[in-house]
């Protein structure tokens, strides 16, 4: 009988010093697990640094080395996917190149998978090391509110470090959307996931790669793919102003009845008319961004292109 093979996907951007650390480490544990096969699949996408140059020297030692260059950088999210559409392996994992995502851990979820009966072994992190305390806070907010105003429920401090059964694998391929937040599909699709508690090492070199605003507009993304609550919320905001609005104005035609109409007020009026004109802007604004998303959506472009692969450009 021929063996189960694990292909492990690495999105790699600028990681030229993580690599080698990396690479060194996942062979390891691979000559450990010899019950399997292995197929690393690198992902470059757009690295300036010597990341490219890498990949095609482990290709060419390692036959079990493939990786995808991409034309340019498309974001951790294209990586995931051209990794998840080109592995060929009955199991899928998805790791980082900089070591927060230990190598090791990747018999502990074998071992799950097999023994345990689960389709997915996930990580999630209580304590990220590498975080300040400002992006910790944030972190925690952001869960607290996708999870009231989203139907598709998200374990706080998720990584995308997770090792998963082909038709979870082909599941997730089945949901091409262009705006990507992978956080959110995996939970979407489902399946049997056991989560495992662990402290995120530092990264082993390098810098991250997500900066405040990214991060920012990452989790962004994450309310605007999965939940359309902002909208009804911006329509019940309006439909209160416009009940408010409606017994002001009985209010206004009683008291001119009752003691007549001497012209004042006129500086409320200016702010009324100022807060509900900022509302109106900012409630555009959210439907400017799905609307947005919707375009990006319809134009179909593709998520990422390759320039590059091992078998030659
Ligand atoms: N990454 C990527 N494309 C990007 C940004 C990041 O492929 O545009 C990769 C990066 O090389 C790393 C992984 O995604 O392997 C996670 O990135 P990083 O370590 O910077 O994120 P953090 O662990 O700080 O969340
Ligand atoms: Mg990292």
């Known amino acids: 009988m021929s063996k189960e093979k694990i292909s492990i996907i690495v999105p790699c951007y600028n990681e030229e010093e993580s690599l080698p650390i990396f690479y060194k480490e996942i062979n390891r544990v691979s000559k450990e697990m010899k019950n399997v096969d292995f197929e690393f699949l690198f992902i470059n996408d757009g690295s300036r640094d010597k990341t490219l140059d890498i990949l095609r020297d482990l290709s060419k030692k390692d036959k079990r080395v493939r990786f995808i260059s991409f034309s340019r950088n498309f974001g951790k999210e294209a990586g995931m996917y051209a990794g998840l ?4 392996g009955d199991y899928v994992a998805i790791m980082d190149a900089d070591m927060q995502d230990p190598p090791e851990m990747v018999k502990t979820m074998y071992d799950s998978i097999q023994n345990e009966g689960y389709d997915c072994v996930a990580l999630y992190t209580k304590n990220h090391k590498d975080y300040s305390f400002i992006r ?3 972190t925690k907010c952001w869960y607290k509110l996708i999870g009231m105003i989203s139907s ?6 998720a990584r995308d470090f997770r090792l998963m059964k082909r038709k979870m694998v082909d599941a997730i391929i089945s949901m091409g959307e262009y705006n990507r937040y992978s956080k959110g599909i995996f939970s979407f699709v489902g399946f049997n996931t056991k989560w495992i508690d662990y402290t995120a090492p530092g990264r082993v070199a390098g810098v991250t790669k997500w900066s405040f605003w990214k991060l920012f507009k990452y989790a962004l993304e994450g309310i605007l793919a999965f939940s359309t609550t902002p909208l009804i919320l911006a329509a019940l905001v309006g439909l ?6 409606f017994a002001a104005i009985i209010f206004i035609i009683v008291k001119t ?3 007549g109409d001497p012209v004042s007020g006129w500086p409320s009026l200016a702010c009324i008319i100022i807060f509900v ?3 109106q802007l900012f409630f555009f604004g959210i439907m ?3 609307m947005s998303k919707l375009y990006l959506e319809v134009k179909k472009r593709p998520i990422y ?8 450009k």
């Open 85 to 88: 559409e080109n592995a060929t």
């Open 136 to 138: 910790k806070f944030f």
């Open 152 to 157: 598709t429920p998200q374990v706080p401090g």
């Open 240 to 245: 209160i102003f416009c009940l408010i609005a």
């Open 257 to 259: 009845i009752v003691w």
């Open 277 to 279: 004109g900022g509302l």
């Open 288 to 290: 400017g961004m799905y």
């Open 305 to 312: 292109i390759i320039s590059e692969t091992e078998n030659g």
